[in-house]
């Protein structure tokens, strides 16, 4: 009796009427990216955003496909409640890949290789940054708004991180990262 009221409901013949016209998918062309990073061990990566005539928008990132690698970690930053002052990372990682989203709101990340210095704004919940080992970064400027989304190839083990500035700097000249 129940699932007939639900089967011929106005609300149940919507809900199916646009998957029998089949799905309307539209990818906006890509936008250029800027600003050209001139770090190494970064690159901006761009997901697909997915209109389809509903209300909102679907983006999807998926590993060894868009992601650059297995993603065996996701985790996510928010609720900054002193968005002002707040800096987090201040570190690199010897050997995790991530890539950070900023899916609502926006951040600044201050990337470093051991030679060059960059600055970029995350803002948009499509476009993700690619940050690969030996990569010393900074993220800061966050709107209160702002839920940083990150894609990691790895669990969590402290021994993969540098946290001390001099240690990696001795880290990149070990590895012939940079000379001495
Ligand atoms: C990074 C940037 C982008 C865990 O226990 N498990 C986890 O998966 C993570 C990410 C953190 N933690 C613990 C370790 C610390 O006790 O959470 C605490 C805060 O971590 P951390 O100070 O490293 O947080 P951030 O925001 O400075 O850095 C984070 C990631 O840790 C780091 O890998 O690259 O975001």
Known sequence: ????????SPMRASMF????????????????????LRVCHARWIEIPEIVDG???????AEERKN???????????YNLLNHHDVQRGKHAHKTLEQVLFCINGSCRITLHDGLETQEV????PNVGLYIGPS??????SF???CILLVMASDYFNEED??????????HLQRESIIDE
């Open 143 to 145: 709107e209160n708004n």
């Open 54 to 60: 509903k209300d909102g928008i679907l983006s999807v």
């Open 135 to 140: 990569m010393w970064h900074v993220m800061h």
């Open 1 to 8: 009796m129940v699932n007939n009221i639900v089967k011929n």
């Open 121 to 124: 704004v995350l803002s948009r």
């Open 67 to 77: 992601i650059p690698f297995n993603i065996k970690r996701v985790y996510y930053i």
């Open 17 to 36: 009427a646009d998957t029998l016209l089949g799905p309307k998918i539209t990818c906006p062309k890509p936008v250029k990216i800027h600003p050209e």
């Open 161 to 170: 991180y540098i946290r001390n500035y001099d240690d990696y700097l001795e």
